[in-house]
């Protein structure tokens, strides 16, 4: 018998996957400029404070973008306002539950040309936004259609309302995908919406309302104000809005926190995260390395519950590190927009430049970087090669903060107890993932962490009827399933 192990393939495979472009071909017109959607109609709103929206793989303005002023955001509340006395509350809920479904089958007719929008705006690869953004975007449509008339089911024999106006504030890192978690559950609720997209990706957000004009929805149902921060805080802070609703950094949710203080709104913040992902000796290796590099490199890092640190067992450590950094070296970096693409460009120069800086804060906290991938970054564009950091401390600041980026830092532990430990120690509280075949382990384990998510042998894996949000600095209030209908609703 022939003992002898078999010769591992040499780690770097640079060139050996070469693949012809593959670039998605469904065509999509910008327009020049992106206004505002208010009380129904497109509003272009002054030109004095217009910013590009720019395509991060390239660096090239795709349109301009209007950003609305404190009065263009109190129009929009205005008709929402008028569209929830006038029509929205007064709507049987069965009706309103057929515009949401209709939503969501033009979402799915429109998915394709979507799906490239969203690409080319954001940064991140076509296989994402076609297999993950907007297909879940769909799905949120249609889970929520389903509530709208079974609302007394969300608290049972208690009478459920609806809040009013909801303002909602949303990030860049899943434009559409964020919109639908918003806008789905405040619908079938019954309420009404002001939704402000993130300045960096405005377009599908815009689209969207193209469907609300496709399939009638009553004017004012829904309104969108395009703008950066000082338009958030205009809508957030706005006297008539009932309800706020954030997802971004935890940065601005303490800002934001801060300014409706002491008022009538009532509020959900969904914030930043430094997930971890724990894997054990006796997990399926092959099966973790897929889903830690599913918890950091996809979607660029650019995910709040990323699982931006692995916690990974001792013994288990220097082969995993090996099986998980041949695998990376397979991984395609480049245009988003082809097929063959797993890693696109960072959403803009700004992150690019955060990622950066945390990268060379962890070389100079004494961090061993490793970076690779099946091809070269590209030279235009905002690209980030998958990046490994590996002799880091608890205290280093890139296991501390949140990246938002492709860097995955290292840290080992010797039982559950010191992995519960390491996890737990952080501000936050998103997401985290545990990977052991022992079942007794993994309900242990996954029950001693605090975290809002935890994925058991998977990671970021998400589900319309599955509740998603934070606990701690991570931000309250809960996105999906019946849970994410309870922020709308008020319970007598
Ligand atoms: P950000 O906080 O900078 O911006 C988010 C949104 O808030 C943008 O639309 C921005 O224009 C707006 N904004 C900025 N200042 C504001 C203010 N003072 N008042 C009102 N609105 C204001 O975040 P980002 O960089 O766009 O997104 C990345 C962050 O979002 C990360 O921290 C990430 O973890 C978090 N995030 C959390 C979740 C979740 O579900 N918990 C999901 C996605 C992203």
Partial sequence: ??????????????????????????????????????????????????????NPATGQPIARVAAADATEVDKAVKAARKAYDKVWSKMSPADRGKYIYRIARRLQERSRELAVAETIDNGKPIRETRDVDVPLAAQHFFYYAGWADKLQYAAPGRDVRPLGVAAQVIPWNFPLLMAAWKIAPALAAGNTVVIKPAETTPITVTMLTEIFEEIDLPPGVVNVVNGAGA?????????????????????????????????????????????????????ALDQAVEGVI???????????????????????????????RRRVSTLRIGNPLD??????????????????R????GQREGAELW?????ARPDAGYFVMPTILTGVQQSDTVVREEIFGPVLSVLTFRTPDEAVKKANDTEYGLA????????SKLFDVAHRLNAGVVWANGYNLFDPASPFGGI???GFGREGGPAGLMPYLEVR
């Fill in 371 to 375: 970076q690779g991938a099946a091809c």
């Fill in 339 to 356: 097929k063959n693409t797993d890693i696109g460009a960072i959403n803009s120069a700004e992150q690019l430049a955060t990622v950066e």
């Fill in 294 to 324: 599913n918890g950091i490199f996809f979607n660029q890092g650019h995910v709040c519950c990323a699982g931006s640190r692995l916690l990974v067992e001792e013994s288990i450590a220097a082969d995993f590190l090996d099986r998980l």
């Fill in 432 to 439: 985290a993932g545990v990977w052991t075949e022992k079942t």
């Fill in 358 to 361: 945390y990268i060379a804060i």
């Fill in 1 to 54: 018998m022939n003992k002898t192990a078999p010769k591992k393939p040499e780690l770097q495979l640079q060139g050996a996957l070469d693949l012809s472009p593959s670039p998605e071909s469904c065509p999509v017109t910008f327009r020049e400029r992106y206004g505002h959607f208010i009380d129904g109609k497109r509003v272009a709103g002054k030109d004095a404070d217009d910013f590009d929206t720019l």
């Fill in 472 to 474: 701690r600095h991570s």
């Fill in 231 to 283: 338009t958030g805080a205009a809508l957030v802070t706005h006297p008539d809005v009932d309800k706020v609703a954030f997802t971004g950094s935890t940065g601005v949710g303490r800002i934001i926190m801060r300014a409706i203080a002491g008022t009538k709104k009532k509020a959900t913040m969904e914030l930043g995260g430094k997930g971890a992902n724990i894997v054990f000796a006796d997990a």
